[in-house]
């Protein structure tokens, strides 16, 4: 008798390229996208591998399903509390601060497409992306303090950037789902839109950041980053260095040529 072979599970992660633009979507819907340790594998492998590949000018992270993620798995966190060789401090160390610094750092733009609820880690994930363009029933919450942790995933770091200090103790302290409008106010995302555009409105914003110029883009990310904890001297000094590389290259050059041509530029990434 044949054997009907078992159904694959999903990939936990659907990545998808396309004109400059690397799509990353979180495929666990039925559990809201939380971070079982596949996902977290899978999202950090492929991080990796867009930051490094010279045909990917723009990154779009978003979640299928109604959720962009709720952050950990619970169910395998309960799993883990079992074992004394794992803690939240092995994930975190392992996965999330690596995913974190591969958002906040690699050489290209990343954009954020905000489909639901940004909660815990998602919504830290979220904060580490330039861009966060959100669909209208979309929320935000910390989540955290909710269940007796303090924040991870850059929350500390991000967030006080975004709203000042005393409205991030709030949001950390006190956990609520901040609506996609109140976000906006706050300066939480850079748009809000219907559900039935967000992926007309991302499409549109990420191929606009790909056909930029990308290592200027990437410059600026690593110059804001860099000048949140120097010195202005040494923010300065780190200025002159980025200008310096992209005074050098191809895209300058053609930027230039164009305006003096009172031309649109084409620009190589480079």
């Not at 633009?21 to 979180?26: C, E, I, K, T, Y």
């Not at 039935?196 to 606009?208: G, P």
Request: hydrophobic share 45%; net charge negative; with cysteine.
């Amino acid at each position: 008798m044949t054997q009907t072979p078992e159904p694959t599970a999903p990939a936990p992660l659907i990545v998808e390229v396309s004109d400059g633009v690397a799509w990353l979507r979180l495929n666990r819907p039925e559990a809201m996208n939380s971070l079982d340790d596949a996902l977290k594998d899978a999202l950090l492998a492929a991080l990796r591998d867009v930051a490094e590949d010279p045909a990917v000018r723009c990154v779009v992270l978003t979640g299928t399903g109604r959720a962009f993620c709720v952050g950990q798995d619970l169910k395998e966190h309960v799993r883990n509390l079992g074992d004394p060789t794992s803690t939240l401090a092995t994930t975190v160390t392992d996965h999330y601060n690596p995913i974190v610094l591969a958002l906040s750092t690699m050489n290209k733009p990343v954009v954020a497409a905000l489909n639901g609820v940004a909660a815990g880690a998602g919504m830290s994930f979220a904060l580490a992306c330039d861009f966060r363009v959100a669909a209208e029933e979309a929320g935000l919450n910390t989540s955290f303090a909710g269940i007796a942790l303090s924040c991870d995933s850059g929350a500390s770091w991000t967030l006080p950037r975004l709203v000042g200090p005393a409205r991030a103790k709030e949001l950390l302290m006190m956990p609520r789902t901040v609506s996609a409008r109140e976000a906006l106010a706050m300066g939480l995302v850079t748009r809000v839109v219907a559900a039935d555009e967000l992926e007309a409105a991302v499409t549109e914003l990420a191929h606009t950041l790909a056909e930029g110029p990308t290592l200027a883009y990437g410059s600026i990310r690593r110059a804001v980053a860099y000048s949140a904890s120097a010195h202005l001297a040494d923010a300065l000094a780190n200025e002159a260095q980025l200008m310096a590389l992209t005074g050098a290259s191809s895209d300058h050059r053609a930027a230039v040529d164009a305006f003096l041509a009172k031309e649109k530029p084409t620009y190589t990434g480079s």
